[in-house]
């Protein structure tokens, strides 16, 4: 790779955490694992029994968890994976990301309103539920559940090199060394995180031949699916690496969706293709180093 390339992308990507917190949906219920317990002559630490003291299923508490997972998916998908925690996120992308992240509060806050609205009725339900476990574990209050959803996101340059001010008290010799180590695993970290979209890429593909093979009925959108995760790694290939142009030179057959819908020996014809593009992106992995 060209060393003044690899500049260059370098100073064109920060670094973007992700966090979460929520409140928890079960509670360990002390009393009743001692009686478990007892009742089976047991160590005192062989059972352990949890009672669920928040319902997420269909409901604005489970509504708020899909909430984060969705954000933390939707900047996940914008950037690379770092090796050390967060997410490689080119300059441009940063006002998508602020976007995604502000639409993200606004339904979250939404959902912090219905949580409180329906927790009475919420409670009334668990309450019939757990029976006489209702008094063994603490219920939290509304406004504990609400307030526990929080997201955070940070923007931040990304790490780089250690450099000549801060190892001005080395020798030259140690200070050259602990330089060059200290770019080789700045270069190798971001040539690493490109294995997040080709990962991201086989799960796809997977999903693909399965439907190809065994669906009932064929959606012709497996294939808008397919086209659109190669042009994802395709945008992510920050580095412009070479094998990573291999391998979406290699799926573009598969992407082609046909005239019409396909026979069941051309669906399998089509899984074949996808197999070996699969393959062929765990020999890019392993070209990689990865």
């Given at each position: 790779?060209?060393?003044?390339?690899?500049?260059?992308?370098?100073?064109?990507?920060?670094?973007?955490?992700?966090?979460?917190?929520?409140?928890?949906?079960?509670?360990?219920?002390?009393?009743?694992?001692?009686?478990?317990?007892?009742?089976?002559?047991?160590?005192?630490?062989?059972?352990?029994?949890?009672?669920?003291?928040?319902?997420?299923?269909?409901?604005?508490?489970?509504?708020?968890?899909?909430?984060?997972?969705?954000?933390?998916?939707?900047?996940?998908?914008?950037?690379?994976?770092?090796?050390?925690?967060?997410?490689?996120?080119?300059?441009?992308?940063?006002?998508?990301?602020?976007?995604?992240?502000?639409?993200?509060?606004i339904e979250l806050d939404t959902a912090r309103v219905?949580?409180?609205?329906?927790?009475?009725?919420?409670?009334?339900?668990?309450?019939?539920?757990?029976?006489?476990?209702?008094?063994?574990?603490?219920?939290?209050?509304?406004?504990?559940?609400?307030?526990?959803?929080?997201?955070?996101?940070s923007i931040v340059n990304q790490p780089v090199a250690?450099?000549?001010?801060?190892?001005?008290?080395?020798?030259?010799?140690?200070?050259?060394?602990?330089?060059?180590?200290?770019?080789?695993?700045?270069?190798?970290?971001?040539?690493?995180?490109?294995?997040?979209?080709?990962?991201?890429?086989?799960?796809?593909?997977?999903?693909?031949?399965?439907?190809?093979?065994?669906?009932?009925?064929?959606?012709?959108?497996?294939?808008?699916?397919?086209?659109?995760?190669?042009?994802?790694?395709?945008?992510?290939?920050?580095?412009?690496?070479?094998?990573?142009?291999?391998?979406?030179?290699?799926i573009a057959d598969v992407c082609m969706a046909p005239?019409?819908?396909?026979?069941?020996?051309?669906?399998?014809?089509?899984?074949?293709?996808?197999?070996?593009?699969?393959?062929?992106?765990?020999?890019?992995?392993?070209?990689?180093?990865?």
């Open positions: 790779m060209n060393t003044t390339l690899e500049l260059k992308t370098a100073q064109s990507l920060v670094l973007c955490h992700y966090s979460t917190t929520a409140p928890a949906t079960t509670a360990l219920n002390r009393s009743a694992s001692a009686r478990a317990v007892a009742n089976a002559g047991a160590e005192k630490d062989a059972a352990r029994l949890y009672n669920t003291i928040l319902t997420a299923r269909g409901t604005a508490i489970g509504r708020a968890i899909s909430l984060q997972q969705r954000v933390g998916v939707s900047l996940r998908r914008l950037g690379l994976p770092c090796p050390m925690g967060g997410i490689y996120l080119r300059v441009r992308d940063i006002q998508q990301a602020e976007i995604i992240f502000d639409d993200g509060m219905d949580i409180l609205a329906a927790y009475p009725a919420l409670v009334a339900e668990l309450s019939n539920r757990l029976g006489s476990f209702i008094n063994e574990v603490v219920i939290p209050s509304a406004t504990e559940v609400a307030s526990r959803f929080t997201m955070r996101m250690v450099t000549n001010n801060v190892l001005g008290g080395l020798a030259t010799e140690v200070a050259n060394r602990v330089r060059a180590d200290s770019q080789r695993q700045i270069d190798e970290m971001l040539r690493s995180a490109h294995a997040g979209p080709i990962e991201d890429l086989k799960r796809v593909l997977a999903e693909f031949s399965d439907r190809m093979r065994n669906a009932n009925r064929l959606h012709l959108t497996q294939f808008d699916k397919l086209r659109e995760e190669a042009k994802r790694l395709d945008d992510l290939n920050i580095l412009g690496l070479p094998e990573i142009d291999e391998l979406i030179a290699q005239a019409g819908v396909p026979s069941y020996s051309e669906r399998v014809v089509i899984a074949v293709k996808a197999e070996k593009v699969a393959s062929k992106a765990d020999e890019t992995l392993a070209a990689l180093g990865l």
